[in-house]
């Protein structure tokens, strides 16, 4: 059981430059998440989404897009990348509360570098 | 407004010696509340849940609604109990705490 799968594991980018950090739970979880995590912050989260179809803006949405493609999978779009978006991001997924167990499972990170 | 507080950022403890992180919450319903544990470089994973009750590792913690806390407490602190660690409130979304890294000196 993978449980939440993020790829790519470690990016480097250039500024401006655009890319996509996939995530996939094969738990049937109707909840998705992105958070970054930042030193002394903790973790924020950027987008979420609560069922197939529907995605909300988290605390530090800006500078992000992300596609809840089907039940499975929710990315996330970088269009023009800054600096400040280096940054640790987690992908997490849950039942949804009122849905059965509330627990989010978290993936491995993606550690993005924008130079 | 709902929200979660760990006021301290990080802590140091002497191995032997008891733990307690604090976390404090803001909810206007029935919280469901969490620790999340992140050892070096490591993905979270939960360490226990306060529907439960249960001792994870030698960690307890207490939902107290009077004082809107869910202190995570460890009796003896041991070496591999380093980490960091989050306090979490899943309401329509997941809320977590800034977090707080543990340090058990040996």
């Known amino acids: 059981n993978a449980g939440v799968t993020q790829t790519p594991k470690f990016q480097v980018l250039k500024t401006g430059q655009s890319m996509t950090l996939q995530c996939a739970q094969d738990?049937?979880?109707?909840?998705m998440y992105w958070y970054r995590q930042d030193p002394g912050m903790g973790l924020r989260l950027i987008y979420y989404?609560?069922?197939?179809?529907?995605?909300d803006k988290g605390e530090v949405p800006n500078g992000y897009n992300v596609s809840r493609l089907n039940k499975r999978e929710f990315s996330l779009r970088l269009e023009s990348a800054a600096p400040s978006q280096t940054s640790v991001y987690f992908c997490?997924?849950?039942?949804?509360?009122?849905?059965?167990?509330?627990?989010?499972?978290f993936g491995q990170g993606t550690r993005l570098t924008v130079v | 407004a709902q929200r979660v507080t760990q006021p301290e950022k990080l802590l140091s403890v002497f191995k032997g010696a008891p733990v307690e992180l604090k976390c404090n919450y803001s909810?206007?319903?029935?919280?469901?509340l969490f620790w999340y544990v992140q050892y070096s470089r490591q993905r979270l994973q939960l360490l226990l849940r306060?529907?439960s009750r249960e001792s994870i590792k030698g960690f307890t913690a207490d939902l107290n609604k009077g004082e809107t806390s869910f202190h995570l407490k460890k009796p003896f602190a041991q070496e591999e109990d380093s980490a960091m660690y989050y306090c979490?409130?899943?309401?329509?979304?997941?809320?977590f705490g800034t977090g707080t890294s543990l340090t058990v000196i040996p």
């Open positions: 997490a997924s849950s039942e949804g509360r009122g849905r059965g167990p509330a627990e989010a499972f």
């Open positions: 738990m049937n979880h109707n909840s």
């Open positions: 989404s609560a069922s197939e179809g529907t995605t």
């Open positions: 909810y206007s319903g029935s919280p469901e």
């Open positions: 306060h529907i």
């Open positions: 979490a409130l899943a309401g329509n979304q997941f809320y």
